[in-house]
């Protein structure tokens, strides 16, 4: 399993505002390693 998120993959997330929740991950694969940032969506 790789340490890093995949687009598609559904992660958990834990926002201080809103509590721990499923979100699925949007960005590209070739740009979250160099981002160090995934866009996701609940």
Not at 6 to 15: F, K, L
Request: proline share 17%; with cysteine; hydrophobic share 50%.
């Amino acid at each position: 399993m790789s340490p890093l998120p995949a687009r598609g993959e559904v992660w958990w997330c834990a926002p201080p505002d809103i509590g721990r929740r499923p979100v699925v991950v949007l960005s590209r694969d070739a740009a979250i390693p160099r981002l160090r940032r995934a866009l996701v969506a609940p």
